[in-house]
């Protein structure tokens, strides 16, 4: 067994896919470098995130994916699930290996798999693209903190950036301690680190007072989201199916 | 009583009434922003919460008054009513929907009023919050207008040039009950505007399609709501009503709303103890869809044989056991349309099935693996695995099982894990 060992990145994935393929390896694992265990004695190569050699996996994939299997293979890697780069490898291996477009064949267990993770991953974006709430932090700046299962940041960019372009705004995984912002003059995505020094626990990231403004808007929205309500229909379960409690933290109407 | 704790009494007052309006859709508008503008409509439409009854929180969905001129039973906001009464000014929504969608907590605005002075001096001031919104502040997120019965025609042309859907509720599944529950109503301001709308938004449509940038005109469509369960018709009249509805005036949806017993002073109306119907709105709504998206015709599911839906199961299968001879369906070569209408199997299962089989014959395991509930659909289904259960058992044996295997849900889990290793 050999093990690609690679930087983490999306590029360096397709990099990696390239050199299993350059060195005609079947029995390939993909691990990201971080996982590497001093306990692993098979061969361990090295990948170096090559743009070239990921560019021409990229360049084939498009070649024989639709547009909507491109991105069932990027939201799969986004997953960050436990060896999910050898499946997206097993994945690409089935797709170069098949003349015919094997996207929808739905009885080959690899291409089901990815379909449903995809769709999970999917499923978390349009979530968030739900449960961001932004605080007006100071001078028209609006902040948000999210923990998502995976990492859909990258993903929810374009939504936001088409609704609040003409706003201020940072959208910050705690989790995985960095976001981005949106600069509304000059229409730019940066991304942004919050030194862990600053931070207490990963349960708020930027500790600033809020002005009266911010937190009258947020008391109005709570009291909206009370009154909204109706009590005989009460249905707990359906409440946290649909907002599970591990959203809660920082939904400011499932505050007390 | 200082500035916020007004406006905070203000939103508690006139949230709370317009809660029972249960349609809370942001969907089927396409409204892309500008760089100066806020907000965008992506046509499916978020749910940026969800209530502790489990509905969806999409809109900012309030009355601008809850003063009213009617006196329509059902209503909490009945002139004869004693409750407090309250009135957000134009400015004090416009900025409401702002701030709040600025935080990404709503799509956008769903604004219904009582009727104060008139009909008419009430839609204007719906409209101006709309035009506000859109021209002051260039919001191009959701706007849903519920006009007020009996208001002008040019004031309802003004709303659907700003709003992205309207709604003219019918309120009651027939006119019988309209007359005897809202006796200053009346069908005919019901439907004249309806079909208004209706003829408007498709020519406004077709229009668009030759010119790029002709105006819009509600784009997401028209809907309405009728209230179940507070008069008695059947199952299959709320039906028949509610096709009529989809096929006379094109609406996007007809919401149908279990009545939540408010009074007990009032014979026509169900007693304050009375549990809302709530079990049947979700087998009417099961219905719709089928209608909607299962191409069934209502006569099928609802007839004068069967003018009830089954409590226990849902519509389809309740249908499925009555017409057993439409049956098995053959997986791997029936059509797509028959295999939509197998028990257990939703249309996004059909698709996939039918995608598969493409690359070889599908078996029970692959099914599974696809989702569909086999616990119902296998006894209506044959596939490439030998075994089968669509042997020719009686409705009513079938029907006894598959309600077993609802039972079993609720076991505890340890017998589940038995049921592993059996
Ligand atoms: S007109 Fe509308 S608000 Fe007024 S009583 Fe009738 S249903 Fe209620």
Known sequence: MTYFSYDGTFTGLLAAIFEVYERKTYEANIINKKLLSPLIFDEIVDVVNDNEKSKRVYNGLKDKLSQQGMKKFYFTFLSELPLVENLLLKFAQTVFASKTSVEQDFGNPTILEITKIAKRVHREKHRFEAFVRFENIGNQLFFANINPDFNVLPILIPHFKNRYSSQDWVIYDTKRNYGVNYNSTNQEINEVLIQPCSIKSDAIAVNIDLDPEEKLFQALWKNYFKNTNIESRKNTKLHIQHVPKRYWKYLPEKQI | ?422
């Open chain 2, 1 to 422: 009583m200082n500035n916020h704790d007004r406006i905070h009494e203000k939103l508690s007052i006139l949230s709370s009434a317009a809660k029972y309006d249960v349609s809370c859709s942001s969907s089927g508008s396409k409204r892309s922003n500008d760089k100066n503008g806020l907000g965008n409509t992506t046509g499916m439409g978020i749910c940026h919460s969800y209530t502790e009854d489990g509905r969806c929180v999409s809109l900012l969905k309030i009355l601008l008054t809850n003063y009213c001129i009617f006196d329509c039973a059902y209503c909490v906001s009945r002139k004869s009513n004693d409750i407090k009464r309250a009135a957000f000014t134009v400015e004090e929504v416009v900025s409401l929907t702002i701030n709040f969608y600025k935080r990404n907590y709503i799509e956008g605005l769903f604004l219904s009023s009582g009727i104060f002075k008139d009909a008419d001096y009430t839609m204007e001031r719906l409209v101006l919050i709309a035009k506000k919104l859109r021209l002051e502040q260039r919001f191009n997120g959701y706007i849903h207008l519920k006009t007020i019965p009996g208001a002008s025609q040019e004031l309802m042309f003004e709303a659907g040039l700003y709003a992205d859907r309207i709604s003219v509720n019918i309120e009651l599944p027939t006119e019988i009950s309209l007359k005897s529950l809202a006796p200053d109503k009346n069908f005919k301001d019901i439907l004249k505007p309806m079909s208004y709308f209706n003829k408007s938004i498709l020519g406004y449509k077709s229009e668009k399609k030759l010119i790029k940038n002709a105006p819009k005109f509600a784009p997401a469509g028209q809907s309405t709501q009728m209230i179940i369960g507070a008069t008695p018709e059947t199952d299959k009249e709320v039906m028949l009503s509610a096709q009529k509805l989809y096929h006379q005036y094109n609406m996007k949806r007809v919401y149908y709303s279990g009545y939540i017993p408010i009074r007990d002073n009032d014979a026509r109306l169900p007693s304050i103890n009375t549990a809302p119907p709530l079990l049947r709105e979700h087998r009417l709504y099961q219905t719709d869809w089928l209608m909607r998206f299962y191409g069934f015709d209502v006569n099928e599911i609802l007839n004068n044989q069967h003018d009830t839906l089954d409590a226990d199961i849902d519509p389809k299968l309740s249908w499925a056991l009555r017409n057993l001879h439409e049956f098995p369906v053959d997986i791997n070569h029936d059509s797509y349309e028959k295999i939509l209408r197998v028990p257990g199997i939703g249309f996004r299962s059909a698709q996939q099935i039918v995608s598969a089989r493409k690359f070889g014959k599908l078996d029970w395991e692959q099914l599974k693996k696809i989702g569909i509930a086999i616990n119902r659909a296998k006894y209506f289904i044959i596939c490439r695995s030998d075994n089968s259960f669509a042997k020719d058992a009686l409705p009513s044996v079938i029907r006894h099982k598959i309600l077993a295997t609802y039972q079993s849900k609720f076991k505890s889990t340890i017998s589940n894990q038995l049921e592993l290793f059996l």
